[in-house]
């Protein structure tokens, strides 16, 4: 079974420009979740996503935003973009119910803002 | 609000040697439990989960965690270390009412000696 695919894997920005990434979960995974991992504030979730609606939310500003298909594949956006925004960009998928909770992650994206 | 603590930021151990990674935990709720590991410019691999039951639990790559409810804690360990163990190891905390949000630990480095 393929694992979480991202797209793309590196991508150069300019402050004020927007950002849009993709993400296709494993095959029946129907949550995707966003986290955004740099060196100074680690791992932090942005927000998930289940049946094509933000389930939860993390603690970042409104230029952060998501949305998921129906075939569960899943894209986040990110608008005026700031240095601050450089990070890398993990999505991750997991089956829901069935007493399961795991997340399998794939590769990220490496957003740098110039 | 859910927090969780690695308490080393670096550790370098021989190779063959034994090692031990802690992680600790404050949350409300029964929480679930994970550990992942980060190789340099890839994602998050899982190596082993904690729900519910056993309190050893086996994970992939030798791996093993014991989960203690009275320390909040769920300290990762490996009898004997390869060099390809040299990685970034996070642990990270979830629970049903939180959905699939997971909280991460700052993460421990480690370093293996030949």
């Known amino acids: 079974k393929a694992g979480v695919t991202q797209t793309p894997r590196y991508l150069i920005k300019t402050r004020g420009q927007q950002v849009t990434l993709s993400c296709s979960p494993i095959s029946g995974h129907r949550s995707v979740s966003w986290y955004q991992q740099t060196p100074g504030q680690g791992l932090q979730f942005l927000f998930e996503y289940f049946s094509e609606t933000q389930r939860n939310k993390g603690n970042f500003p409104g230029r952060f935003s998501g949305r998921q298909f129906s075939n569960s594949r899943s894209e986040m956006n990110v608008s005026t973009l700031e240095l601050g925004d450089s990070a890398l960009y993990l999505c991750a998928s997991s089956l829901v119910g069935g007493g399961t909770y795991e997340q399998y992650f794939g590769p990220g994206t490496r957003l740098t803002v110039t | 609000a859910q927090s969780v603590t690695q308490p080393d930021i670096h550790i370098t151990v021989s190779e063959g040697a034994s090692l031990e990674l802690r992680c600790n935990y404050s949350y409300g709720a029964t929480p679930y439990l994970f550990w992942y590991v980060q190789s340099p410019g890839q994602g998050l691999q899982l190596l082993l989960k904690?729900?519910?039951?056993?309190?050893l639990v086996q994970g992939i790559k030798g791996f093993e965690a014991e989960f203690k409810r009275s320390q909040s804690s769920f300290n990762l360990r490996k009898p004997s270390v390869h060099w390809s163990d040299a990685a970034e190891y996070f642990c990270a905390v979830g629970a049903v009412a939180a959905g699939n949000k997971l909280t991460f630990g700052g993460g421990t480095r480690v370093l293996v000696k030949p």
């Open positions: 904690y729900f519910s039951g056993d309190t």
